[in-house]
T-cell receptor, first 111, second 115 residues
Framework: AQSVTQLDSHVSVSEGTPVLLRCNYSSSYSPSLFWYVQHPNKGLQLLLKYTSAATLVKGINGFEAEFKKSETSFHLTKPSAHMSDAAEYFCVVTGTYKYIFGTGTRLKVLA | SAVISQKPSRDICQRGTSLTIQCQVDSQVTMMFWYRQQPGQSLTLIATANQGSEATYESGFVIDKFPISRPNLTFSTLTVSNMSPEDSSIYLC????????????FGPGTRLLVL
């Protein structure tokens, strides 16, 4: 069975400092993995996806994630946080014809 | 990517009533999904809707409470029936190609408050 764990429910960073949002997954086969962002009162926007091509995946707005099979991780990073990055972030692993969502990480960016 | 719209964007309803949420896509898609996001929570899949067949419901969700229609490849509705305050949530639809590993694109959501 597939599962996904987001290790931090809340992360606070100062503007201009790096962002690290952690995600671990479990899957009985090679999964696809995604990161989505949800801004307040908005729908979900796709940040990036891993589908068994390059292990380092670049997404929108300067975000990237690295797929590490040995660590079963897919952490999301950004070199320099911006105030507009404050939002809820969801890590997703594909199950059998459906998504398995993590519990979400709320990112707070301090001025 | 697909462009998805939902109606209504938000509503306030009285307990015991029903609300039908519409999801419209700008292109033909194989699979449409309905999710619930309770306050401060992650997304939970309610059901998968394929055109021309009955929706497939996840554990804990039943057709009598959440009837779904999928009359064509660009449209679906979700009805929340006999509502109670516990149904207050954001309801989101998404679309996918049906391969199981594909990207899903989400609508903006319908914010429902039941009094």
């Amino acid at each position: 069975a597939q599962s996904v764990t987001q290790l931090d429910s809340h992360v606070s960073v100062s503007e201009g400092t790096p962002v690290l949002l952690r995600c671990n997954y479990s899957s009985s086969y090679s999964p696809s993995l995604f990161w989505y962002v949800q801004h307040p009162n908005k729908g979900l926007q796709l940040l990036l996806k891993y589908t068994s091509a390059a292990t380092l995946v670049k997404g929108i707005n300067g975000f990237e994630a690295e797929f590490k099979k040995s660590e079963t991780s897919f952490h999301l990073t950004k070199p320099s946080a911006h105030m507009s990055d404050a939002a809820e972030y969801f890590c997703v692993v594909t199950g059998t014809y459906k998504y398995i969502f993590g519990t979400g990480t709320r990112l707070k960016v301090l001025a | 990517s697909a462009v998805i719209s939902q109606k209504p964007s938000r509503d306030i309803c009285q307990r015991g009533t029903s609300l039908t949420i519409q999801c419209q896509v700008d292109s033909q898609v194989t699979m449409m999904f309905w999710y619930r996001q309770q306050p401060g929570q992650s997304l939970t899949l309610i059901a998968t809707a394929n055109q021309g067949s009955e929706a497939t419901y996840e554990s804990g969700f039943v057709i009598d409470k959440f009837p779904i229609s999928r009359p064509n490849l660009t449209f679906s509705t979700l009805t929340v029936s006999n509502m109670s305050p516990e149904d207050s949530s954001i309801y989101l639809c998404s679309v996918g190609t049906g391969t199981g590993q594909e990207t899903q694109y989400f609508g903006p959501g319908t914010r429902l408050l039941v009094l």
